[in-house]
């Protein structure tokens, strides 16, 4: 069965400094998609970047990129130069026909 | 940009009572999914739809939930007789297939509390 592990609950950052989501999975599937989603207190899902299995290069998302190692079964998520509407909750999620999603970070970010 | 909406944000129901969620995907996407999220846990995957037909269930969607596509703008679960651990937050997701090339897009949600 496929699972997703986030084993960092919480996280702080700095305003304008860079902070790193850990993610890792485990499959035997060979085509699917990674995601990282943002959740901010209204809970609605937010899409911040998502990684296709196939493709080697990194996914980039203007401050959030990602480290995607397919052998490793590890999907980090970047946040450069941190701001404080990226305070909220990030869950890492492996898709195929259905996600299964990891169990959370919460970012602070400190003024 | 089309996008997910779900009815109502917020629904406060008495234990044993029937609730229905609803969602509207967004128009040209076939593949509709529910998922659950109990306040502070991870979201996890309730069902998938496709042709009028339930794709792929998981454990927690037992006899007392259902999905229906009532007409072709719709799409609900149904909760027969609520139970306490039934609150959370629901998403519902729409997609344009269903293998992992297409995206699953998905709605606000709606708060469930059952009192």
């Known amino acids: 069965a496929q699972t997703v592990t986030q084993s960092q609950p919480e996280m702080s950052v700095q305003e304008a400094e860079t902070v790193t989501l850990s993610c890792t999975y485990d499959t035997s599937e060979s085509d699917y998609y990674l995601f990282w989603y943002k959740q901010p207190p209204s809970r609605q899902m937010i899409l911040v970047i998502r990684q296709e299995a196939y493709k080697q290069q990194n996914a980039t998302e203007n401050r959030f990129s990602v480290n995607f190692q397919k052998a490793a079964k590890s999907f980090s998520l970047k946040i450069s130069d941190s701001q404080l509407g990226d305070a909220a909750m990030y869950f890492c999620a492996y898709g195929t026909y259905k996600y299964i999603f990891g169990t959370g970070t919460r970012l602070k970010v400190l003024a | 940009e089309p996008e997910v909406t779900q009815t109502p944000s917020h629904q406060v129901t008495q234990m044993g009572q029937e609730v229905i969620l609803r969602c509207v995907p967004i128009?040209?996407?076939?593949?509709f999914y529910w998922y659950r999220q109990i306040l502070g846990q991870k979201v996890e995957f309730l069902v998938s739809?496709?042709?009028?037909?339930?794709?792929?269930k998981s454990e927690i969607f037992d006899d007392q939930f259902s999905v229906e596509r009532p007409d072709g703008s719709n799409f609900t679960l149904k909760i027969r007789s609520t139970k306490l651990e039934d609150s959370a937050m629901y998403f519902c997701?729409?997609?344009?297939?269903?293998?992992?090339?297409?995206?699953?897009?998905f709605g606000p949600g709606t708060r469930l509390t059952v009192l």
């Open positions: 739809f496709y042709n009028n037909e339930i794709s792929e």
């Open positions: 128009s040209n996407h076939l593949y």
């Open positions: 997701a729409s997609s344009d297939g269903g293998t992992s090339y297409n995206e699953q897009f």
